[in-house]
């Protein structure tokens, strides 16, 4: 299980190469990107003899959940910053505008894989509830974050309110009865509208020098060596820098870093973006201990994972 991710981190960096920044035109696709995701599999799998236990489409759908799930998080994170450095306006909680920020960017990319990135993320939140259904974790009702089927059915009423003809079929897989879908026409409208009325003040001329950024991944041991590795040389971080300082006028120089925290988390403060390598690791074992029970799950479950591809 350890070593899983690092074929997540290979693919992860190539994809974020893709990703635009909500409020831009979307930057093209990355050519050939399942080809190199192949190709990221089969090299780790020949330094990594450990990866050959688990069986191809097993390994194929565990790396997908991952640089999803990673990707969702460091768009979330941005979306933090974003309103933080920018001193831009939030009249709802800021854990349901970083979440929106990160669907939108997804939806605007348009691509089948960004699509599919929001997916796996739904994916993730609601094997993050049956987890807690499992262990006996309470739902902490007054958390600064919706519950965790709450943020799965925000992607999901975003994706369908962005084209409900061509996410129906997700939709009605989800559970989710016809006037919502209706409604959730005008929740991304209000959503896309939101967000880029507020962000185009503070997008970056052609002429404004671009901010400062550093770029700091930090040493782990043991068990974790291995992810801050695959990200270092990867250069996870340096795409999405790229884009950042591209499309925004940042006021002051900003950090990314991604570091062994001692927990599972990642959060924005004080210009600084940070991931835990222990995050990695988590959506990892997430997948390979409960993503198979979900194929198990009766119909009325929200967004079992058989359907799920099946919608796509």
């Known amino acids: 299980m350890r070593l899983w991710c690092g074929i997540g981190a290979a693919a992860l960096v190539v994809a974020l190469g893709s990703m635009p920044v909500f409020g831009q035109p979307p930057v093209p696709d990355s050519a050939g990107f399942e080809a190199r995701l192949s190709a990221a599999v089969s090299t780790l799998a020949e ?24 990707l969702f998080v460091t768009t979330h994170e941005v979306g933090h910053g974003v ?24 939806l605007k990319l348009g691509s089948s894989f960004s699509h599919r990135v929001l997916i796996e993320a739904a994916k993730g939140w609601y094997l ?58 005008d929740d991304f409208r209000t959503a896309q509208w939101s967000w880029e009325t507020l962000l185009k003040p503070h997008l970056r001329a052609a002429e404004q020098p671009a901010q400062q950024v550093e770029v700091v991944y930090g040493p782990a041991r043991g068990r974790l060596e291995v992810y801050a590795r695959s990200f270092h040389e990867l250069r996870f971080l340096e795409p999405l ?7 925004f ?30 995050m990695a690791e988590d959506f990892a074992e997430l997948y390979a201990e409960y993503g198979d029970r979900l194929k198990s799950l009766k119909p009325r479950t929200p967004l079992p994972v058989r359907d799920l591809r099946r919608a796509r």
């Open 241 to 247: 820098v790229e884009h950042l300082v591209r499309h």
């Open 249 to 278: 006028a940042w006021p002051k120089p900003l950090t990314m870093e991604m570091q062994s925290c001692g927990e599972i988390g990642a959060n924005w403060r004080s210009r600084r973006l940070k991931l835990c390598y222990e």
């Open 83 to 106: 309103l933080t450095e920018l001193a831009i306006p939030n009249v709802g909680r800021d854990e349901d505008a970083a979440d929106a920020f990160a669907i939108l960017t997804a």
């Open 47 to 70: 330094t990594e003899p450990r990866l050959k236990q688990l069986p191809l489409p097993k390994r194929q759908a565990l790396i997908e959940f991952v640089i999803g799930n990673m």
């Open 128 to 185: 993050a509830d049956l987890r807690d259904q499992k262990t006996g974790e309470k739902p902490t009702y007054f958390d600064a974050h919706a519950m965790n089927l709450q943020r799965a059915y925000h992607i999901v009423c975003l994706m369908v309110g962005s084209d409900p003809e061509k996410y129906k079929e997700l939709a009605d897989i989800a559970g989710m009865p016809t006037d919502r879908q209706q409604s959730c026409q």
